[in-house]
Every structure is written in structure tokens, then in C-alpha cells.
T-cell receptor, first 114, second 117 residues
Framework: DQQVKQNSPSLSVQEGRISILNCDYT??????FLWYKKYPAEGPTFLIS?????DKNEDGRFTVFLNKSAKHLSLHIVPSQPGDSAVYFC?????????????FGKGTKLSVIP | DSGVTQTPKHLITATGQRVTLRCSPR?????VYWYQQSLDQGLQFLIQ???????AKGNILERFSAQQFPDLHSELNLSSLELGDSALYFC????????????????FGAGSRLTVL
């Protein structure tokens, strides 16, 4: 039972254009959503997060949008740069007492073409 | 350098063997998490420790076990290895393990790649 889904295994975008990576979730108890970027031979690195009470969070070229009613979030990268080529993981965490492990999607490989 | 150190980086072993993966969390972080990434799979949560105590268990097989020591480093023990255990094993750490405002950002190490032949 995959609670966090990234249905596009890969995405190719021209340099300078917008990259849009999508993520869907099924568990309405998730209270935070995070995006991680992963280069080959490295661990995932944190990119940006959003609380479930917000619908948008922006950090430089990266913006995350959350549509709670649709249980959908997206990461926008504008403008896309060749250095953005990596695998992007969507992750979610549940609130309340207890553990705060993250539940991850399978990732989307972004290729930015110069 | 994320500050989370994992050893070894690569490990090749045979079926039926036992291995130990080691993780040193980022300085000051009390929580350690172990994740497994198999081919074409996302990161699967295995287990979490907070300040030496087990906090949560995910899809961890009975052949696998872990612990966190007083100096906060953690070890993941994998025994009776099977071909399907070949994967990248990531350790991550965070400052906390319980509810505080804000997202619980995990910092990951570079991973240990296990190959079982």
C-alpha cells in the first residue's frame, strides 16, 4: 500500500523552462510534505517543505504547491538549470506523538537539457 | 558532507552471511533512521531510534536488527542474507523524534551499497 506516489518515473525539460514534478498521497493524516533531491552516489538532500495548513511555499527557484482536497502536491522549478538534473523524492510525515519517520515516493528522475 | 557518516560505502558478500552497517549521526542529532532502497523502489523505512531507544518500526525483516549506542551511533545488522537484500541502505538523523512545530527534516548519509551474491 503506497501512501505517497510519484507516477512519473522520469521527466525531461529544456534549460530555462519550468519543471513540474507531481506527487499524490492517500493518507489524510500527513501534516508535512517534503521534497528531497538525490544525485548519484549521494544521499538525498532536503530541498523544501510545506505544512498541510498552507497551499504554497516558495524558496528561490523552488515552489511547492499543495492541493489538500485532491491530496496532490507539486514542485515547480523555475528556471530549470542543468545542475537540477537529479532524482526528486516526495515525502510525507504524520503529526501527533510518536515517530516522525518520512514516507517516501519512488522518485522522479529529472533531466534538464542544456 | 551532510555530517551523517555511513560505513562501509560498499559491501559484497554471499548468501547466508551476516553484515553490520554503521552510522554516525550529525552532531547533536538524537534520532537515527534506517531506510532501504532497492532497485526501482523508493526509500523504505526500516526502523528509528531516539536517544538509544527504539521509537518506530517499519518494514524491517526479522533477520534484520538495529541498535543505537550511548554515543548515539547506530548499527544495522543483516543476517542470513538473501539475494533480495541487495540494496542501498541509508541512515538519516534528525534533532528530534517527537512533535515540535515544523517539518522533521532528516539529514541523510551517502548510503551503504550491499551486494549479496
Amino acid at each position: 500500500d503506497q501512501q505517497v506516489k510519484q507516477n512519473s518515473p522520469s521527466l525531461s525539460v529544456q534549460e530555462g523552462r519550468i519543471s513540474i514534478l507531481n506527487c499524490d498521497y492517500t493518507n489524510s493524516m500527513f501534516d508535512y510534505f517534503l521534497w528531497y533531491k538525490k544525485y548519484p552516489a549521494e544521499g538525498p538532500t532536503f530541498l523544501i517543505s510545506i505544512s498541510s495548513i498552507k497551499d504554497k511555499n516558495e524558496d528561490g527557484r523552488f515552489t511547492v504547491f499543495l492541493n489538500k482536497s485532491a491530496k496532490h502536491l507539486s514542485l515547480h522549478i523555475v528556471p530549470s538549470q542543468p545542475g537540477d538534473s537529479a532524482v526528486y523524492f516526495c515525502a510525507a510525515s504524520k503529526g501527533g506523538a510518536g515517530s516522525y519517520q518520512l514516507t517516501f515516493g519512488k522518485g522522479t528522475k529529472l533531466s534538464v537539457i542544456p | 558532507d551532510s555530517g551523517v557518516t555511513q560505513t562501509p560505502k560498499h559491501l559484497i558478500t554471499a548468501t547466508g552471511q551476516r553484515v553490520t552497517l554503521r552510522c554516525s549521526p550529525r552532531s547533536g542529532d538524537l534520532s537515527v533512521y534506517w531506510y532501504q532502497q532497492s532497485l526501482d523502489q523508493g526509500l523504505q523505512f526500516l526502523i528509528q531510534y531516539y536517544n538509544g531507544e527504539e521509537r518506530a518500526k517499519g518494514n524491517i525483516l526479522e533477520r534484520f536488527s538495529a541498535q543505537q549506542f550511548p554515543d548515539l551511533h547506530s548499527e544495522l545488522n543483516l543476517s542470513s542474507l538473501e539475494l533480495g537484500d541487495s540494496a542501498l541502505y541509508f541512515c538519516a538523523s534528525s534533532a528530534r523524534g517527537q512533535a515540535v512545530s515544523g517539518a522533521n527534516v532528516l539529514t541523510f548519509g551517502a548510503g551503504s551499497r550491499l551486494t549479496v551474491l
